[in-house]
């Protein structure tokens, strides 16, 4: 697209405005996986805690965000508004504000920022080179579900760039902005369901007379694996749940129970709820 440079993919620089815990696992995922050295990532951060925690593996450390916008090419905003919450959303709004002279369009702009949509992004910014990403919390153990949208500058070179990035803390798939609310109610959401069932399997596994510890490990390595088992084998959750479920036996038996509960409908409508939530929320 004219006038917009290339980001030189083996010798740009990463800057975080922003040093919270989702900055930390992507800035760790990046150099574990050798994608670039701690020498080319910086941030700024707030606090003496924060600061210690990026200095630990190597990141160049700055006293301001506008340090770090005039030694980055790709810069991440990874401050976490709270979502419907206008005064925090404006307050992200001044972050940009404030260094938007610095936010030239040879820079490639990211936000992490659950809620804000890539319009107000790229109003606030002055130019669209800008792509939204939207990452869940198992980033932290780099198994992320991520879903970024491009902005109307930013190019597909651009997109391969932050994909590659992203792609260091679990998995990134690229969707139309319209889908974010969805994503929300389904990844973004989806880990606290997940922790809630296998809380309640490891409840049933002490109910059944297991120790409570050995409940616990065995329903976090059976969701994981049965996690694994979808992804791997490609093969439809309803073909995988029927090879389990012997005619007459005991996974039939308790598949039943869950039916009778309304297990599938209650899924289907937490995500949904969530998603409205969401809508609700950035509508405001």
């Not at 620089?13 to 040093?19: E, Q, R, T």
């Not at 301001?64 to 508004?81: A, H």
């Not at 120790?211 to 992804?231: H, K, Y």
Request: with cysteine.
């Amino acid at each position: 697209m004219a006038g917009v440079a290339p980001i030189q993919m083996d010798t740009f620089k990463l800057g975080f405005i922003g040093a919270g815990k989702m900055a930390e696992s992507i800035a760790k995922g990046v150099i574990h996986s050798g994608i670039m050295p701690a020498s080319r990532i910086c941030t700024a951060p707030r606090s003496s805690g924060r600061c210690d925690a990026f200095e630990s593996f190597g990141v160049k450390i700055f006293q301001s965000n506008r340090q770090v916008v005039e030694d980055s090419d790709v810069v991440v905003f990874s401050v976490k508004p709270q979502v419907g919450n206008l005064q925090s959303l404006a307050r992200f709004e001044g972050v940009v504000l404030e260094l938007r002279p610095q936010l030239t369009k040879k820079k490639l702009l990211v936000s992490v920022a659950a809620g804000v949509k890539l319009k107000d992004l790229q109003e606030w910014a002055g130019h669209s080179r800008f792509i939204r990403v939207m990452p869940n919390t198992p980033a932290a153990v780099g198994k992320a579900a991520t879903v970024m949208s491009l902005g109307k500058s930013a190019t597909e070179e651009d997109g391969e760039l932050i994909a590659n990035l992203f792609g260091a803390i679990g998995k990134i798939w690229k969707a139309d902005e319209k889908y974010f609310d969805a994503v929300t109610g389904l990844s973004g959401s989806g880990p606290a369901y997940i922790f809630l069932a296998i809380e309640a399997l490891a409840d049933g596994g002490v109910a059944a007379g297991l120790p409570r510890e050995l409940a616990r490990n065995l329903a976090s390595q059976t969701v994981l694996g049965a996690a694994e088992m979808s992804i791997s084998t490609g093969k439809h959750p309803g073909q995988l749940k029927d090879e389990v479920a012997s005619p007459g036996g005991t996974t039939i038996a308790g598949i039943h129970e869950l039916e009778k509960g309304g297990f599938r409908g209650i899924l289907i409508n937490a995500v949904v709820a969530a998603a409205k939530r969401s809508k609700d929320l950035s509508a405001n």
